[in-house]
């Protein structure tokens, strides 16, 4: 197992402090901990590339090369994708009432010691949030329009900028006009997926059986699956999907009966697909929808938002009190 977790320390009783304190909120964590207080050590440790995480106790009245020398390299170095937190005594000013500072963009965590030693599992949440990389899935219909590009784009962009230890993924097809053949089952598994609905989406093999899967893996259930969707309706497919256009719907359920014999091997999935469409487009109809103007005028904050929400849900960590917080990162 991968020793991806680095905790350094200015003496040997704050390392064994921090390491206390982890091993206590998830026993697990104790196998990925290097712990080290040595400067020679600190620095040949600093070279592993499997590491996820810094966490990081100064003493800043202490001359120990640890706390001064190693403190520097490590705010310095933005080469990697390491996250860093650092344990700090108290914070000032407009910050002094929080309990965290989280810079995204310089991958920097700052938390009251206090609060990270405390007995809540905020250690825990905090590392496991870091170290481990979530998959966000969008599944799209390729119409090759500049909109959808842009949109998939921005979706990337700004999530790599609020939620760096998320990962947007996709099947690039508009780099590669080709089908990623593990995305399917990827995105049936995943607990959260954008859908992006344009015409091209309900014309598109790939697409409709991606669909499917979201709603055979939530067990049919609708409850479930609206825990793990983030619509986004173009213009183009709002006749699909508004229950008042329930003549689109039909003609949509006649296409792929007609259809169905173009794809060998998948004319089951297909029949169950036709039969589950009106129910799905129903639900999805109803819940609640992200409208494109709002989400480029707020860039996309509330899409963010609302999967952050999901992901503290999750039992990850939630480093945003609300979305206005990330909106002004995104500005």
Same mark, same amino acid.
């Given at each position: 197992?991968?020793?991806? $977790? /680095?905790?350094?320390?200015?003496?040997?009783?704050?390392?064994?402090?921090?390491? @206390?304190?982890?091993?206590?909120?998830?026993?697990? +964590?104790?196998?990925?901990?290097?712990?080290?207080?040595?400067?020679?050590?600190? !620095?040949?440790?600093?070279?592993?590339?499997?590491?996820?995480?810094?966490?990081?106790?100064?003493?800043?009245?202490?001359?120990?090369?640890?706390?001064?020398?190693?403190? &520097?390299?490590?705010?310095?170095?933005?080469?990697?994708?390491?996250?860093?937190?650092? +344990?700090?005594?108290?914070?000032?000013?407009?910050?002094?009432?929080?309990?965290?500072?989280? @810079?995204?963009?310089?991958?920097?965590?700052?938390?009251?010691?206090?609060?990270?030693?405390?007995?809540?599992?905020?250690?825990?949440? $905090? !590392?496991?949030?870091?170290?481990?990389?979530?998959?966000?899935?969008?599944?799209?219909? @390729?119409?090759?329009?500049?909109? /959808?590009?842009? /949109?998939?784009?921005?979706?990337?962009?700004?999530?790599?900028?609020?939620? #760096?230890?998320?990962?947007?993924?996709?099947?690039? *097809?508009?780099?590669? =006009?080709?089908?990623?053949?593990?995305? +399917?089952?990827?995105?049936?598994?995943?607990?959260?997926?954008? $859908?992006?609905?344009?015409?091209?989406?309900?014309?598109? $093999? %790939?697409?409709?059986?991606?669909?499917?899967?979201?709603?055979?893996?939530? /067990?049919?259930?609708? =409850?479930?699956?609206?825990?793990?969707?983030? #619509?986004?309706?173009?213009?183009?497919?709002?006749?699909?999907?508004?229950?008042?256009?329930?003549?689109?719907?039909?003609?949509?359920?006649?296409?792929?009966?007609?259809?169905?014999?173009?794809?060998?091997?998948?004319? &089951?999935?297909?029949?169950?697909?036709?039969?589950?469409? #009106?129910?799905? !487009?129903?639900?999805?109809?109803?819940?609640?929808?992200? &409208?494109?103007?709002?989400?480029?005028?707020?860039? *996309?904050?509330? +899409?963010?938002?609302?999967? %952050?929400?999901?992901?503290?849900? @999750?039992?990850?960590?939630?480093?945003?009190? =609300?979305?206005?917080?990330?909106?002004?990162?995104?500005?």
């Amino acid at each position: 197992m991968k020793r991806d $977790i /680095l905790l350094l320390a200015s003496d040997s009783n704050s390392l064994s402090d921090m390491v @206390n304190v982890i091993i206590s909120s998830d026993s697990e +964590l104790e196998s990925r901990i290097q712990a080290v207080h040595d400067c020679a050590q600190a !620095l040949h440790a600093l070279n592993d590339t499997s590491l996820k995480v810094y966490v990081v106790d100064f003493d800043d009245n202490s001359q120990e090369c640890v706390a001064h020398n190693i403190k &520097k390299f490590i705010l310095d170095d933005f080469d990697n994708e390491v996250f860093r937190i650092f +344990l700090v005594k108290s914070f000032c000013g407009i910050y002094s009432s929080k309990k965290i500072i989280f @810079n995204p963009s310089s991958r920097i965590v700052e938390i009251r010691r206090s609060d990270f030693n405390g007995s809540s599992d905020v250690a825990r949440r $905090i !590392l496991n949030t870091l170290r481990v990389t979530t998959d966000v899935c969008i599944s799209y219909g @390729n119409d090759e329009s500049e909109e /959808l590009e842009d /949109l998939i784009v921005e979706i990337q962009r700004n999530a790599k900028k609020v939620l #760096p230890y998320v990962r947007v993924y996709f099947d690039r *097809l508009v780099e590669y =006009k080709e089908y990623a053949s593990d995305l +399917l089952e990827k995105i049936k598994l995943s607990p959260y997926v954008v $859908i992006i609905f344009n015409e091209e989406y309900f014309r598109s $093999i %790939n697409c409709i059986l991606e669909l499917y899967g979201i709603w055979e893996s939530s /067990l049919f259930s609708k =409850k479930i699956f609206c825990r793990r969707i983030y #619509p986004i309706v173009l213009e183009s497919a709002r006749d699909y999907i508004y229950a008042e256009n329930s003549k689109s719907v039909e003609d949509l359920t006649k296409f792929w009966k007609l259809e169905k014999n173009k794809y060998p091997g998948k004319e &089951k999935f297909i029949d169950s697909m036709v039969v589950a469409l #009106p129910e799905v !487009l129903k639900i999805i109809s109803d819940v609640w929808a992200l &409208k494109l103007g709002i989400l480029k005028v707020k860039k *996309l904050s509330p +899409l963010l938002w609302e999967i %952050n929400c999901a992901l503290a849900k @999750n039992g990850f960590y939630n480093f945003y009190d =609300k979305e206005e917080d990330m909106l002004e990162i995104l500005k």
